[in-house]
């Protein structure tokens, strides 16, 4: 007797091929290079999801580097004399402030140029 695997088999290559949606050619409707597409944006979507942290991080730093610039401070200075005086703000919260609310950026300012005098 023959086995028939029509609705599973179907079901899983309509899957891969939703998957693939908005590729150019064939990699949008062979299975084979749908198959070798999926897997590849897979592993590219698992690798920029941790690229998009370090990138998110660094825009962070870089707004913190020129507020304090605009303060006369160093950003490494400003990052040491934070954790001097005890300020427990990360850079993303610290970067929102100097980039959407430099009045109390500069309040932040304040306190921390106590601890690098």
Known sequence: MRIKSGVARHKAKKRLFREARGNFGGRKNL???VKETVVRSRA???RDRRVRKREMRRLWITRLN???RMHGVRYSQFINALHKSGIGLNRKSL????FNQ???FAEVMAEVKKSIA
């Open 31 to 33: 299975l084979r290079t």
């Open 44 to 46: 590219y979507a698992y």
């Open 95 to 98: 970067s929102e402030l100097a």
């Open 66 to 68: 020129a507020a304090c």
């Open 102 to 104: 430099p009045e109390v």
